[in-house]
């Protein structure tokens, strides 16, 4: 602090004099007294001597009592010596400690010293009081100066900050943490306010005067919005608290941007956790939000009555009312707040919408509830509080109310009304109060952001400053506090990792051996038990999953898991915490109530819908993105291809917490950090107080301590060589030789004297570094030995005294006797006449001595006289050094008048670069805006081609699914005829048992006789098989039609392909003429785009010329930097002026050189003009032609496709009604079987009792002879027509196979036709696709021409006006003339000028390739990593598949425990059932037993009673006599007693009676106690064994888990290392990743609202099914809305090029304004400034225009991307189709083949019973074959009915696509009427440029009058102008060239 005036009264609370504190004395009473720091209750530690040890213990006495005190040797902590009193940097302190630190914190802050360093730290304590230390002289002096030069302040930190941000180009953070109270946000406003003070912007001129703020300083417009942005937060977020009266409820992050100049270029805010809490209910003495009472206060009367706002006390959520805080005037603050507003560009009426609000969700509370008797429901007796909420938020009442006390659930797909209790709509009003409130004040900060961040200056870099909550540890923290925990974890890791970077860097620049340590892992198992999987948070998200989930299974869950964590503590029964956590700071107990509902925050689903449909633009908008967490968001919804998909995510507060803190943690890792430390000194909020032991609880909370206890594992002290050598030499004399040595080998000299411990220090390359306490005790020791060399020099000093003083008493001894002895001799001579005599002669002696004298003062003379010569000579020679130093001087003074004079014409080269460097940084920016939009653009489109791409592929996959099906008939098919081989395998069999039937005949013959009987039956049964055949065959011939119309069918479709094919061919032949076309106009358009080549190659000139511009703008920078401070201001300005008209002159006449250069370009084009032309006029009509045939060919298209579409829904309509029909016939061939079937049951009965006929008939066989011979009769005409069935079975095999044959070739033939309908769209596609290139072609074209006829007007205005120029510049030319002789010799000199600066551009241009070369080099390498990055994605999802893998083996070990704990909790259940069963019998017991004892009681009282009654009568028998009147009545008393005691004993039996029942019982009971016992502990130990078994495999379980969990562990660590290597890469692409997930969003939020679309889209489905022809008519009104689209697009181009045309009127117009402005020899340099504008805007407006025609061509895309997706789906339609007549046509086959086989049947059963039964059996197998087909084809049908539903589904999403295309279009309409008004108002402000123009006229016309001979520069501007012309004409609109124009002449009147 060199620089830094201690004695300055501004530096009183910042600076402390050190030489105080070097006091020998006070050095010299520490080392005697041998202080120490010894513990204390109240103050922390106090400062004592140590007296003796006792062992561990030690005794001291405290220095201020004076008490001796026995202190443990572990709790003493060493003090520092008094050098180290109130150190500005804690890391200095020898001993590091906490008893240190506090002293020296509280010694500081005694002397009003509140800031003090820590290393990194700056540790600020609150001073409960305003100091004087935050002026702009302070800030003056604290102002680009180093760390040491100046005392500790917050401005030092940020000004490091600052300046490390410009010189190292990295972004810096500022991290001001602390307990509430603490200074927090007011050391934020002083670092914003110290940023706002050195990096603002200048005042562009004296119109634009700038803002001041409370303390004088002055700021821009934007550093004063950022000033002003603080009051708006803290009016919102802040409150009063217990502990402070401006807490800071929320946590905030400021982003402040900086440009590469250094200046503030925008700003914004990012917020963290909102205490939400305090808007419904507060503590006592604390206050909600400062908003609420400004507004109740600061309001009128008026307004309040407008936005219905009561008195404070009326409000439920403000439970404290209207609580004043001393020392704020809320009317005052209210005003400062809405100055605020305004200044951030707020409007009244937004401002009037947040008052709205913020009543609202207070009259929220105010809405009262009862609970209804009977029933649960919750009601609203009073709705007034309702109709005023409804009416502030733009809602229905109805809608309020019902949505709050019967809300709208959704089950499935239904919504159910659910009955709400009290409890539940409270608990939901709250919410809804607090969400409130929260978006407010999100949109309060969106909004902040959006005013800060407006600005064109592009950030640079940024400096970031976060005000966020310090540690806090109370009694019991809840889930708030956590997360505020779990943050400042996180920081402090991050303070290690940099803190020990930078030391351990320093030990590896020192060349110290030490192993590098990651203080930060110190923390990772916290943050891992806080924030990885499985950890608190995940377990907090994985109940919230569960409904029936609460807070004591979270712990139980949490204390499972976590109980072998170290850092995790399971509590006590005693304690009222759940679990607590081990911290940095310590241990912390938290409570979890709650912790599920805080988590989930759950809101009424139906309420924000009502809110976001509101009738209210402001709460609509607050509201509009609002994502309902809870269970109810997790419906589950149908895809267009079945799939389920879920439809929101459940996003917790945690999980969202956890992404805002790794994206903090991600930008602080990427800055370089500042720590502030803020510190509450009191509670009391007094000023000079500490309260030692909670200023210690603060460091460690802040990690003050935790960094001091770091440090002392390194090497805290250190000190250069040679202060070390200065201050320790004393302590090794004799050591060092004399003469020069090195300090490092001279310190290592003195290290080996001293016999330090190696361990205790390293010796680096220019330091000596030390362990803590080892420079303390060298201190000692050196104190000692100075001790004692002062002691012997002290010792020398007195004996040298004592000497001295000895030898003058000796000589003073002499004299004396001297002087005794001339006394006596004077004594004896005075009265001697001869010494008389002698005494009066000698004074007479020195006559003689004069001439001596004379002779001596001569001498003296001549010398005198000598030296003056001398002196004069001396003189002479001065005079001339003197002159000649002035001779020096002035020639010095003139280099130096020179020097400056070359500094200002640098300063002016620099400022002119300067400005050229801005300017062509804002091109790059707009031409990296441009880049960047493209590649958005592509990467939409990529993802549309994938969207195309999966529909197709599902597409297809349908279309496997269906020629599957049809392989599976064509299967079925096979099957069928391998029936039908069997069939004649079993026809093959009969003909064998017809053999054996024929050797069994003879047999049988005589057993025909008992038969006869029950052939009579079965002919019956023939007969009625017989009916059955007639059936069948009425069926078959019914099929046999239905193929006949097939056959019909099938020709007509042959036709219909023929058509096909010859319209195909003709159109083959119009698309080759179409692609002969195409190339003419392509070779056209390739010269084209050569031009625009050539164009572009001009462009990348002018950047590579920017480059080196940029590269000798650093040169000159650096250069310059070192002689700006020497400048003086009147210096600087006049040798601008002087400047700027050389330079004024050289530009003009360059500009003339250029202007007779472009004139000779002039002709040549007009001529290439009208070439292209002519050619563009045949083109054109070519086109014209094309489209017109074109189209016709497309409508005759359409009108075949909607014909072909009716007859498919009417051959749709025929498949189903021969649907119903055959299931009609199976119903029937069902109920025939069945009757077959039973009827086999029947003839197996009768076969039965033949069987038994048969042996009674045996007999009777004699008599059949005859009817044997008739029955051979009729076996032979049995075979006859078994014969004619075998034949008539082998031509219905034949014809079979014919219809097979047929049914392949018309498949084939199908199959021909679909590939050749394919084959048809592809063309189509490819023919629709060359007319939207033609027609875009077309149209640029056409553009081109109108612009090129625009041009040639435009030249013809020009020559006019030239025409008109020459003629004024004839009558002028005599004037020039005589000018122009003295004007030849600049002309000269400017031609030279000339060559150089071609020189230097074809320099440029050199570089500008290098460039190119460089820049496609770099294009490569981007492509390469960007593959890169997309195979580590790929990587990255792999693992996180195999994590969700594990995570889902762990959930499902998670439920196993959990029911291994609910069988032991249902067994202690158990076991506590049969205890309190015994613990109730044994109180029955003692009940008994009391009960008994009570009796036996009553009975010894009763045995009393009656002994003294037995003693009364005997006295009243002795006094018989005296009382003979009473005998009578004592009698009777007698008698009652004898009954009494009568019925006692009775009694008395009973009770022993009962007694003895009871004890009985006991002996029971005790019985069977014994016998439960025993059975209870067998099952106990049953259980037990059963419960060790399933320990044992669930251990097994665990085993085997934990080893996957290793091995997954394993590849997770080798995926994090992977992960590490990506990281680098991955860090360049984060921007390009970011703007990727905005666009993510965005397309997620189109996602969400699409979902909601399709609910409706799937409720018109169903009702879609049934009106088909609706869907067709639709498709024709989008092709009619398709051309309207058409149509919009023309009139939009035409309005494009109606803005091409004011674009050109305004060219012309700037074109004469350059004329005028170049004619004027003075205003030439602001000609080029202009120019420079003009091309930059030209820039710009380019881009805007390539914007609007690439977002033109994307709708034109959309709608031709859709026409193609319709025409693919009507041709898989037609497919489908196909397929179904397919299907059709051979089940009619199938059902054909069943009639011939039932004819078959019939015949067989009349031939022979027992062929008819097997062949009756075949058939049932068949039928039953025939049916599974036939079931087999109605699945298949419903299959394709499923792919006709999806097909309709996709037409509907493609209806709606088309829709939001509309939508766009009107978007985009609306964007081109605001262009349009844009225009109107860019015509006027031209109008308004032209009378400013005809003003300049008047002027410049008098200007030349005296400029006649400058026809030769005129002519050498027309040039120019027409080079500009050139330039300008591939530039878009210049419309802003006027507004910027209009801007310069302005400042130039404003500068007059």
Request: proline share 2%.
């Amino acid at each position: 602090m060199a620089d830094v005036d201690r004695s300055d009264p501004d530096l009183k609370f910042l600076v402390v004099d050190r030489n105080a504190f070097s006091d020998p004395a006070t050095q010299a009473e520490w080392s005697q007294k041998r202080l120490v720091w010894v513990p204390h209750e109240t103050a922390g530690f106090v400062a004592a001597s140590m007296k003796r040890a006792q062992g561990e213990e030690v005794e001291v006495e405290l220095v201020e009592t004076s008490k001796k005190v026995l202190v443990s040797r572990d709790d003493m902590q060493k003090m520092n010596p008094p050098k180290y009193d109130k150190q500005e940097d804690m890391a200095d302190l020898t001993c590091l400690n906490e008893a240190s630190v506090l002293h020296n914190i509280k010694e500081r802050y005694y002397s009003g010293l509140i800031y003090t360093y820590s290393g990194l730290f700056c540790v600020v304590v609150n001073p409960y009081k305003r100091l004087p230390i935050y002026t702009e002289k302070i800030i003056e002096i604290y102002k680009g100066k180093k760390r040491h030069e100046v005392p500790p302040h917050v401005f030092a930190i940020t000004d490091i900050a600052y300046r490390s941000m410009l010189q190292d180009r990295e972004d810096q953070s500022i991290l001001c943490t602390g307990e509430s109270g603490a200074g927090k946000t007011e050391n934020t406003k002083k670092v914003i306010q110290y940023l706002a003070y050195v990096a603002a912007s200048k005042p562009k001129s004296s119109s634009h005067l700038p803002a001041t703020n409370e303390g004088g300083l002055s700021f821009g417009e934007l550093e004063q919005q950022l000033l002003k942005a603080n009051p708006i937060l803290e009016a919102f977020g802040n409150a009063k608290t217990v502990k402070n009266d401006n807490s800071s409820r929320f946590g905030k992050f400021v982003r402040i941007n900086f440009d590469a100049s250094g200046y503030i270029a925008g700003a914004n805010i990012e917020t963290y956790l909102l205490e939400k809490a305090r808007i419904i209910r507060q503590a006592p003495d604390e206050r909600t939000f400062h908003i609420f009472y400004q507004l109740l206060l600061g309001s009128t009367q008026e307004f309040k009555s407008n936005i219905l706002l009561e008195d404070a006390k009326n409000y439920t959520f403000m439970t404290q009312g209207g609580l004043r805080v001393p020392g704020i005037d809320d009317i005052e603050e209210f005003t400062a707040t809405q100055n605020a507003m305004k200044v951030m560009g707020i409007s009244d009426d937004d401002m009037t919408s947040i008052w709205r609000v913020i009543s609202a969700s207070l009259l929220f509370g105010n809405m009262e509830f009862k609970q209804e008797r009977n029933t649960d429901q919750a009601t609203l007796p009073d709705n007034t509080v309702a109709q005023k909420v409804a009416h502030l938020l733009g809602i229905q009442v109805t809608d309020l109310t019902k949505a709050f006390l019967k809300p709208r659930i959704k089950v499935g797909r239904d919504y159910v009304t659910k009955a709400q209790t009290k409890e539940q709509v409270e608990f939901a009003i709250e919410a809804i109060g607090k969400a409130t409130y929260e978006r407010l004040f999100k949109w309060i900060v969106t909004r902040i952001n959006r005013s800060l961040d407006r600005t064109k200056r592009q950030g640079a870099s940024f400096i970031g400053i976060l005000d966020i909550a310090g540690f806090e540890i109370f009694e019991l923290n809840s889930f708030e506090q956590l997360c505020i925990n779990y943050t400042n974890e996180k920081l402090q890791q991050l303070f290690n990792h940099t803190m020990f970077i930078l030391e351990q860097e320093e030990y590896q620049r020192e060349g110290i051996e030490w192993k590098f340590i990651d203080f930060g892992l110190d923390l990772q198992p916290t943050i891992d038990l806080i924030e990885k999987p499985m950890g608190i948070m995940a377990l907090v998200d994985e109940e919230c999953w569960f409904p029936k989930a609460t807070d004591k299974s979270f712990v139980e869950k949490l204390v499972t898991s976590h109980a072998v964590h170290p850092k995790f503590v399971k509590s006590d029964f005693k304690s009222t915490a759940d679990f607590s956590i081990l911290h940095y700071a310590g241990q912390v107990n938290y409570s979890a109530a709650q912790w599920l509902m805080k988590n989930m925050d759950p809101l009424n689903e139906n309420i924000v819908q009502y809110l976001q449909a509101s009738q209210d633009p402001f709460v609509c908008h607050i509201w509009k993105d609002a994502e309902i967490v809870g269970m109810a968001q997790q419906a589950m919804t149908d895809t267009q291809f079945g799939r389920v998909t879920r439809k929101g995510m459940f996003r917790t507060v945690s999980q969202l917490y956890k992404e805002q803190l790794s994206k903090l943690m991600v930008t602080l890792r990427n800055t370089n950090p500042n720590f502030v430390r803020c510190i509450i000194p009191n509670h009391e909020k007094k000023a000079g107080k500490i309260n030692a032991p909670l200023v210690l609880d603060q460091l460690r909370c802040n990690g003050v301590l935790e960094g001091i206890r770091i440090c002392r594992q390194g090497f805290p002290n250190r000190i250069p060589f040679q202060e070390f050598r200065q201050r320790y030499e004393l302590l090794t004399p004799n050591v060092i030789p004399k003469g020069f040595m090195d300090g490092k080998k001279a310190c290592e000299k003195m290290i080996e004297a001293l016999e330090l411990d190696p361990g205790l220090f390293r010796i680096g390359q220019s330091k000596i570094f030390f362990r803590a306490g080892v420079l303390a005790h060298l201190e000692e020791e050196r104190d000692l030995r100075i001790t004692d060399l002062v002691v012997k020099f002290q010792a020398y000093c007195r004996g040298l005294l004592a000497r001295r003083n000895y030898q003058k008493r000796v000589q003073q001894l002499n004299a004396i006797r001297i002087l005794q002895r001339n006394c006596a001799a004077y004594l004896k001579l005075r009265n001697w006449q001869w010494w008389r005599l002698y005494t009066k002669v000698k004074p007479l002696l020195q006559v003689t001595k004069n001439d001596e004298k004379v002779m001596q003062k001569e001498n003296e003379l001549k010398e005198i006289t000598e030296k003056l010569h001398h002196h004069e000579a001396e003189v002479q020679n001065l005079d001339k050094q003197y002159q000649q130093a002035l001779e020096e001087k002035n020639i010095l003074a003139e280099q130096l008048q020179a020097e400056t004079e070359l500094c200002a014409e640098a300063e002016e080269m620099r400022a002119r670069l300067a400005a050229r460097k801005q300017e062509m940084e804002e091109i790059i920016h707009d031409m990296e805006a441009r880049i960047e939009e493209e590649e958005e653009k592509v990467l939409k489109s990529g993802e549309e081609r994938k969207k195309l791409q999966q529909h197709i592929q599902d597409l297809e996959e349908q279309l496997e699914e269906e020629e599957a099906a049809r392989q599976k008939l064509q299967i079925e098919k096979v099957q069928a005829e391998a029936k039908m081989k069997q069939f004649e395998e079993q026809l093959v069999a009969s003909d064998d048992f017809k053999e054996k039937f024929g050797k069994d005949k003879k047999n049988l013959e005589e057993k025909l006789s008992d038969v006869s009987a029950t052939l009579a039956e079965e002919e019956e049964k023939a007969k009625h098989l017989l009916k059955l055949k007639a059936k069948h065959e009425s069926t078959i011939g019914e099929l046999e039609d239905k193929l006949r119309k097939d056959n019909q069918q099938k020709q007509e479709v042959e036709r219909a392909k023929r058509k096909c094919e010859t319209e195909l061919g003709d159109m083959k032949e119009q698309v080759l003429e179409r692609k002969q076309q195409v190339e003419e106009i392509q070779l056209q358009l390739g010269k084209r785009e050569e031009e625009v080549a050539q164009a572009l190659m001009k462009v990348d000139e002018e950047a590579a010329a920017k480059a080196n511009a940029q590269k000798a703008l650093r040169e000159l920078e650096s250069q310059l930097g070192e002689v700006v401070e020497d400048l003086d201001a009147e210096k600087e300005a006049r040798n601008k002026a002087e400047k700027q008209k050389r330079d004024l002159n050289e530009e003009l006449e360059a500009l003339k050189n250029e202007l007779l250069d472009s004139l000779d370009v002039t002709a040549a084009q007009q001529e290439l003009r009208t070439a292209r032309e002519k050619e563009l006029a045949n083109i054109k009509k070519s086109l014209e032609d094309e489209t017109s045939n074109h189209e016709q060919m497309t409508t005759d298209m359409r009108h075949k496709h909607s014909h072909e579409i009716s007859q498919i829904n009417n051959q749709l309509d025929q498949l189903k009604k021969t649907k119903t029909q055959a299931e009609k016939g199976k119903s029937q061939l069902e109920a025939e079987l069945a009757d077959l079937a039973n009827e086999l049951k029947a003839t197996s009965g009768n076969k039965q009792e033949a069987e038994r006929k048969r042996k009674q008939l045996e007999n009777h066989a004699g008599e059949l002879n005859a009817k044997l011979t008739e029955s051979e009769s009729r076996c032979t005409e049995a075979q006859e027509r078994l014969g004619k069935i075998l034949n008539e079975m082998e031509s219905m095999g034949s014809q079979l196979q014919e219809a097979e044959t047929r049914a392949s070739q018309a498949s084939k033939s199908t199959d021909g036709l679909e590939a050749q309908l394919s084959e048809v769209a592809a063309n189509l596609e490819e023919e629709t696709r060359q007319k939207l290139a033609v027609n875009s072609k077309l149209r640029a074209l056409e553009n081109e021409k109108e612009h090129l006829l625009e041009q040639v007007e435009e030249e013809e205005g020009k020559a006019k006006t030239l025409e008109k120029n020459l003629t004024t510049a004839s009558q002028q030319l005599a004037d020039a003339r005589r000018k122009a002789e003295e004007e030849s010799e600049q002309v000269a000199k400017l031609e030279e000028y000339k060559k150089k600066q071609m020189k230097d551009f074809e320099e440029m241009q050199h570089r500008m390739e290098e460039v190119q070369s460089s820049n496609e080099k770099l294009d490569k390498s981007k492509k390469k990593m960007s593959a890169e990055l997309d195979d580590a994605n790929i990587e990255l999802d792999s693992h996180r598949s195999k994590v969700l893998e594990l995570e889902k083996k762990q959930r499902n070990f998670d439920k196993i425990l959990a029911e291994e704990k609910m069988n032991g909790e249902r067994i202690s259940t158990e076991r506590d059932n049969a205890e309190r069963d015994a613990r109730e019998k044994e109180t029955k017991l003692l009940n008994l037993n009391r009960g008994l004892e009570e009796l036996q009681a009553q009975l010894d009282e009763s045995e009393r009673s009656r002994r003294q009654l037995q003693a009364e009568l005997d006295d009243l028998v002795n006094t018989q006599g005296t009382a003979d009147k009473n005998v009578h009545e004592l009698e009777k008393a007698k008698r009652q007693l004898e009954q009494e005691l009568v019925e006692q004993k009775t009694q008395l039996e009973e009770l022993e009676d009962e007694l003895q029942q009871t004890e009985d019982q006991k002996m029971r009971l005790e019985v069977n106690m014994q016998a439960l016992k025993t059975q209870f502990e067998r099952d106990l130990a049953a259980k037990e064994e059963a419960g060790e078994e399933k320990r044992r495999g669930m251990a097994k379980q665990i085993r085997d888990l934990e080893a996957e969990l290793d091995e997954e562990r394993k590849q997770k660590q080798a995926a994090v290392n992977a992960k590490k290597k990506l990281e680098t890469d991955y860090k360049d692409l984060e921007s390009t990743m970011d703007m990727n997930n905005k666009l993510k969003e965005d397309a997620l939020k189109q996602l969400k609202k699409l979902q909601q679309a399709m609910k409706e889209i799937q409720r018109d489905a169903e009702e879609a099914h049934a009106s088909k022809n609706e869907v067709l008519q639709q498709s024709k009104d989008l092709e009619k809305k398709i051309k309207a689209l058409e149509s919009d697009l023309v009139q939009m181009q035409e309005d494009l090029s109606a803005a091409e045309r004011a674009r050109r009127t305004a060219e012309s117009e700037r074109d004469e304004l350059a004329e005028e402005l170049s004619s004027s020899g003075s205003k030439g340099a602001l000609a080029i400034d202009e120019k420079r504008r003009l091309d930059a805007r030209i820039a710009a407006l380019e881009g805007e225009l390539e914007e609007e025609q690439t977002q033109s061509e994307m709708l034109m895309e959309r709608a031709r991307k859709a026409q193609i997706s319709i025409e693919q789906l009507t041709t898989e339609l037609a497919g489908e189709r196909g397929n179904a007549q397919k299907m059709e046509n051979s089940k009619m086959m199938l059902e054909r083949q069943n009639k011939e086989l039932k004819v078959k049947l019939e015949e067989v059963e009349n031939s022979n019973r027992a062929k008819a039964k097997a062949a009756i059996a075949a058939l049932e197998s068949k039928v039953s074959n025939l049916e599974e087909q036939l079931s087999a084809e109605a699945q298949e049908r419903m299959l394709a009915a499923k792919g006709n539903r999806k097909l309709e589904k996709k037409i509907k999403e493609l209806l709606m696509q088309l829709e939001d295309e509309r939508r766009h279009a009107d978007q985009y309409k609306e964007q081109n009427e605001k262009t349009n008004g844009r225009m109107k108002a860019m015509r006027r402000q031209l109008d308004e440029a032209e009378e400013e123009i005809s003003r300049e006229k008047a002027h410049r016309r008098k200007a030349q009058r005296e400029l006649d001979d400058f026809v030769e520069s005129n002519e050498s501007m027309n040039r120019e102008i027409n080079n500009l012309k050139n330039k300008l004409r591939s530039a878009g609109n210049v419309v802003m060239a006027a507004e910027g124009f209009k801007d310069k002449k302005r400042e130039k009147e404003q500068n007059d």
